[in-house]
């Protein structure tokens, strides 16, 4: 018998605040996440890119100094969101063994390797960090929240680039539904605000060079759009099943419907312009929840504001919704936030939830003049919907052509 599977927690750590109601305030008032970089390496490697939507509150700040010399800043940030998700969802006790983690990034330990590598290289293996494998492990952030919070259902990581964390917040549907665990926490970390990935993504023209407005920079939908905005943070989601919430009182935000993945087959970055496997995939997490796709009353759009990925999204959606498209309000969150890679799903998925829980649609900002070639109703201002009995998804696609979707609805 399916279960109906439900959001307790919420927890974030962002380039727009610290926590999750810092975040959703910030997005909600319309501000940017993206600022000028102030490291010396920006000037030092010559980067044509020298600016990102960094998080806005430091891990330094806030964790111990224990934790943060054995811990790279992705699992840093992981931590961070996972502890403020436990504490919202008001958890006092559970059976280890019926409490799982599903946590995602998209590139992982990427300072703890190329740090180690210049120690390396400029001070000999004697000077190698013994913690080294461990930090840099894209399992790094999925262990350390699983340790301490003392999971024992499962610890697992999903590494699917920008599509990486909406599929663990899928592998916590299923999970809960194999009746393996009553309890799941699930979320995505990243950073990769660094000079490699920086020059990287640069190189082949992703990131906008709007080095004179960084705030203005990301900006989906927009004729004018020229790459996205590198981001960093973390988000976690617990997710329960329905039963045990009620047992124990809980506060409930949403009901998670399931979600799907699906792939495109077509290149290694370039979305398939027709967008079909994308189309499969949102279709699939609403049709496979027992929902109409006529019930849909939001997206959340993967929007990461390069010229050609925001057409195939666009696409793809025509395929699903066909002349309804034009009634379903839009929002592409990361003209705030950046684009937190592998976290950026977890993210959006949190957006969507409290969309629905507050009955309050999140604004795109930075869309001056729309691409007639994307006619949709992009939210521009915070917007009031009647959310009651709709249905809400969230779209995250990356590169390898990896597509996932989560559906959720009202509680």
């Known amino acids: 018998m399916t279960k109906n599977i439900v959001i307790t927690g919420l927890g974030a750590t962002t380039p727009l605040g610290g926590t999750m109601p810092e975040t959703w305030a910030a997005l909600l008032n319309k501000e940017s996440g993206a600022r000028t970089l102030e490291q010396d390496w920006v000037a030092t490697y010559e ?119 909406t599929e663990s917040l899928i592998n ?57 905005v590198m981001g960093e943070g973390a ?56 929902r109409s796709l006529d019930e849909v009353i939001h997206v959340n759009a993967h929007a990461t504001s390069t010229p050609v990925g925001d057409v195939a999204e666009y696409q793809a959606l025509l395929r699903v919704f066909g002349d309804r498209l034009s009634e379903i309000p839009v929002s592409a969150t990361k003209a705030s936030t950046g684009h937190l890679l592998g976290g950026t799903g977890a993210l959006e998925a949190a957006f969507t939830i409290m969309a629905l829980h507050t009955g309050t649609l999140p604004p795109t900002i930075n869309l001056a003049e729309q691409d007639p070639a994307i006619p949709l109703d992009v939210v521009t201002e915070p917007r009031a919907i009647e959310a009651d009995g709709g249905v809400a998804i969230s779209n995250s696609f990356g590169f390898g052509g990896h597509n996932a979707v989560v559906a959720f609805a009202t509680a």
């Open 47 to 165: 980067l044509p890119v020298t600016f990102a939507a960094q998080a806005k509150v430091a891990a330094t700040d806030v964790l111990s100094r224990v934790e943060t010399k054995r811990l790279d800043p992705s699992s840093q940030f992981a931590l961070i969101a996972a502890r403020e998700a436990w504490a919202d969802a008001g958890i006092e006790d559970i059976v280890p063994e019926r409490l799982g983690v599903e946590w995602a990034t998209g590139i992982g330990g990427v300072w703890t390797l190329l740090d180690a590598w210049d120690t390396l290289r400029e001070k000999g293996p004697r000077r190698v960090l013994p913690m080294t494998v461990p930090m840099l492990m894209p399992n790094g952030p999925a262990a350390a929240v699983g340790m301490d919070l003392g999971a024992r259902a499962g610890v697992r990581t999903a590494v699917s680039a920008c599509a990486s964390s």
């Open 172 to 228: 916590a549907y299923n999970l809960l539904q194999s009746g393996l665990a009553d309890v799941v926490v699930a979320g995505g970390a990243e950073a990769a605000i660094h000079p490699l990935p920086i020059a990287s993504f640069a190189a082949m023209q992703a990131l906008s060079r709007d080095n004179d407005t960084p705030a203005t920079a990301s900006r989906p939908y927009d004729v004018s759009r020229n790459g996205f």
């Open 235 to 290: 988000a976690a989601i617990v997710v329960e099943t329905e039963e045990h919430a009620i047992a124990r009182g809980a506060k409930i935000y949403a009901r998670l419907l399931g979600g799907s993945v699906t792939s495109d087959a077509h290149h290694i970055t370039a979305p398939d312009p027709e967008g079909s496997a994308a189309a499969r995939a949102m279709r699939a997490a609403v049709e496979g929840s027992g």
